[in-house]
């Protein structure tokens, strides 16, 4: 057990709606809530076998995977445990692949989702998703920092956690490359197509993160 003065507190309610009209703003990305009008752009990479590979997405039709985007779009508001919000992740200067182009839409070449995993102990969920086109340049990295950073600032978790399929060694990088901290690997927690499979769990405390200044 670790002694501590401070009781866990999660800063909640918290409306992500703001981030609307606010984005978070990176190097070469804006993250914003994902909105219904993204689906075509979300489509480009959620129907891809090895996009799904890691993921428990099924696999969906195009008109499925609209609707699972309306689904997400409306997440906005963290109350309690399951809650959370899906950030999408706009490429700036890469123009959005849906017909309203026109209007000079960034593209939006993945998200990042936070959720809250149990709000009377202070902790957080954090996952990715990345348009292969647009891997191996440091993307992924660049959003998931933001919004850790941004989820450290403003809803004070006490921990942050991913959780991984085991195989997947790319998403593993990541969570190091963010300073994440391997904590376990549970052995044949899930039994998909035939074959059990491992799950790995990265972990991040607060401290640690304000230790990375
Ligand atoms: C997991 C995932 C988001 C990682 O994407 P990624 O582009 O590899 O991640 P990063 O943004 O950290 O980029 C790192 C790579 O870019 C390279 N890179 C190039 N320029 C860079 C820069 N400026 N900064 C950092 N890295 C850079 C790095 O060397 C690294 O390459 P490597 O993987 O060959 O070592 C992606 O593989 C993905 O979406 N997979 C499918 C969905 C999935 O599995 N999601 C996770 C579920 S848990």
Same mark, same amino acid.
């Given at each position: 057990?670790?002694?501590?003065? %401070?009781?866990?507190?999660?800063?909640?309610?918290?409306?992500?709606?703001?981030?609307?009209?606010?984005?978070?703003?990176?190097?070469?990305?804006?993250?914003?809530?994902?909105?219904?009008?993204?689906?075509?752009?979300?489509?480009?990479?959620?129907?891809?076998?090895?996009?799904?590979?890691?993921?428990?997405?099924?696999?969906?039709?195009?008109?499925?995977?609209?609707?699972?985007?309306?689904?997400?779009?409306?997440?906005?508001?963290?109350?309690?445990?399951? %809650?959370?919000?899906?950030?999408?992740?706009?490429?700036?200067?890469?123009?959005?692949?849906?017909?309203?182009?026109?209007?000079?839409?960034?593209?939006?070449?993945?998200?990042?989702?936070?959720?809250?995993?149990?709000?009377?102990?202070?902790?957080?969920?954090?996952?990715?998703?990345?348009?292969?086109?647009?891997?191996?340049?440091?993307?992924?990295?660049?959003?998931?920092?933001?919004?850790?950073?941004?989820?450290?600032?403003?809803?004070?978790?006490?921990?942050?956690?991913?959780?991984?399929?085991?195989?997947?060694?790319?998403?593993?990088?990541?969570?190091?490359?963010?300073?994440?901290?391997?904590?376990?690997?549970?052995?044949?927690?899930?039994?998909?197509?035939?074959?059990?499979?491992?799950?790995?769990?990265?972990?991040?405390?607060?401290?640690?993160?304000?230790?990375?200044?």
């Amino acid at each position: 057990m670790t002694p501590s003065a %401070d009781p866990p507190a999660l800063r909640l309610p918290f409306d992500a709606s703001g981030l609307a009209a606010d984005p978070l703003t990176t190097e070469r990305l804006r993250l914003r809530p994902l909105e219904t009008s993204d689906a075509p752009d979300v489509w480009e990479y959620q129907r891809l076998p090895e996009v799904l590979r890691y993921i428990p997405w099924p696999e969906r039709s195009e008109e499925e995977a609209y609707e699972h985007t309306r689904t997400r779009a409306g997440m906005r508001r963290l109350v309690a445990a399951g %809650d959370g919000v899906i950030l999408a992740m706009e490429l700036v200067g890469e123009p959005s692949v849906a017909a309203d182009q026109a209007a000079g839409r960034n593209r939006v070449v993945g998200d990042v989702m936070l959720r809250v995993s149990n709000a009377e102990h202070a902790q957080l969920e954090i996952g990715w998703v990345l348009h292969p086109a647009f891997q191996g340049r440091g993307l992924a990295a660049e959003a998931a920092g933001a919004a850790l950073a941004f989820a450290f600032e403003r809803l004070r978790p006490h921990r942050v956690q991913a959780i991984l399929d085991a195989r997947n060694t790319a998403s593993a990088r990541l969570c190091e490359r963010l300073g994440m901290r391997r904590e376990a690997t549970i052995l044949e927690e899930e039994f998909h197509d035939g074959a059990w499979e491992d799950t790995a769990i990265y972990g991040i405390l607060a401290r640690e993160w304000a230790e990375r200044g």
